[in-house]
């Protein structure tokens, strides 16, 4: 089946940029979406980006629009996260996603998830 490794996260100060990325291993995939969600302390987990593999285009939470982007590497099954103008309220715990299909903004229709990398921002 498909595993899926996130790295990049850490401490940045606020700002600052970070770039995350997921890695995926496992079956041939077929046509997919990956997705990035965050999830702070207290917090419910919350949609950031999404992109096709196959086709369309990505979407973007409006609290990232701007800052965010989102881009893969079809021959590496990796996406990233650039996370640019980092804010306080960035921080948190960020998951990479996969499902078959389209992109989502629901995490509940997504077939599998990364163990998560920390993000920590400071003023």
């Known amino acids: 089946q498909v595993q899926l490794v996130e790295s990049g996260g850490g401490l940045v100060q606020a700002g600052g940029s970070l770039r995350l990325s997921c890695a995926a291993s496992g079956r041939t995939f077929t046509s997919y979406t990956m997705g990035w969600f965050r999830q702070a302390p207290g917090k419910e987990r919350e949609f950031v980006t999404a992109i096709s593999w196959s086709g369309g285009s990505a979407d973007y939470a409006d609290s990232v629009k701007g800052r965010f982007t989102i881009s893969k590497d079809n021959a590496k099954k990796t996406v990233y996260l650039q996370m640019n103008s980092l804010k306080p309220e960035d921080p948190a715990s960020y998951y990479c996603?996969?499902?078959?299909?389209?992109?989502?903004?629901?995490?509940?229709?997504?077939?599998?998830w990364g163990q998560g990398t920390q993000v920590t921002v400071s003023s």
């Open positions: 996603a996969l499902r078959w299909g389209s992109p989502s903004y629901s995490g509940h229709v997504y077939d599998y």
